[in-house]
């Protein structure tokens, strides 16, 4: 059996690509013409009913308060790497984000010009989805994003709009822990798909109040070890960690992911880097 294996630069024998989620500012609310509230909300209560939800507005705005400013000393204080995720409406309604992302000379990836399911879009209306997020990031943060995440869906049409709005790489994408190339969606122009981790992500306490920020960490550490053994045997591949700033950023939470950091940093050959950077080496070690 073919295992998919890649080789990191420097002699690393894993990399770790950490993405931190910026959703707050632009989720669904009848105050910027959506049809109801969001249906995301750590109370787990929705009305379909066109009224605003200040609660699960106010449980949002925390991450801008509280929550971001907690995971940028972090970021910081181990020297991270970061993906920062950003719904563009976002930075545009919050930009100390932005400058936050810029001074850290971290990678903005677009996550959508809002936080709402492009899946439902014709394709022009997602080729100005696409195109509104990329003038408008480049707008806040001084460059634009070369990465996208969706909103859990995508189009069939997705991936060529991509590649013809001048992306790198895609990562609506679970099937393995290496990147790789799509040469087929559009023959010529491949695309490098650089697949995340959903089991690793934060959003668990937040679906499942009762994992606890204990679980958590022993979960994200076991996935760390293991990738980090099968590095040692000279199968090099990538671990995700996934956050959020209303949801790792509470103050329950954020010492889990401090010892996430300390747990990395006491390991010699881990190359924390950004999922363009990821993108980049690919091209470098199997040329499309």
Partial sequence: MHEESIRWPDGNIMALSVVVN????????????????????????HIRSPIRNYGNESNYLYGIKAGAPRIVRL??????????????????????IAAAIAE?????????????????????QEREFIRKAVESIERTVGVR???????????????????????????DDYSGDVPFWDRATVPGKPLAIVPYQLDSNDMKMWTDPALTPHQWLDYAKANFDQIYREGQQGLGRMMSLGLHLRIIGRPGRIWALEEFFRHVRAHEGVWVASRHQIAQHLATVDPA
Avoid at 75 to 96: C, F, G, Q, R
Avoid at 104 to 124: A, C, I, T
Avoid at 145 to 151: A, I, Q
């Fill in 75 to 96: 970021l910081k204080a181990y020297d991270i790497m970061a993906s920062w995720t950003v719904a563009a409406l976002s930075l545009e309604n919050y930009p100390e």
């Fill in 145 to 171: 994003p070369y990465g996208w995440l969706s909103r859990y869906f995508h189009t069939d049409a997705t991936r060529r709009l991509l590649i013809e709005e001048g992306f790198a790489y895609h990562m």
């Fill in 22 to 45: 910026v959703e707050e500012g632009s989720e669904m609310t009848v105050a910027r013409g959506d049809r109801g509230m969001e249906p995301v909300d750590e109370l787990g209560i």
């Fill in 104 to 124: 850290l000379g971290h990678e903005p990836v677009s996550h959508g010009w809002r936080w709402v399911h492009q899946f439902k879009m014709n394709e022009e």
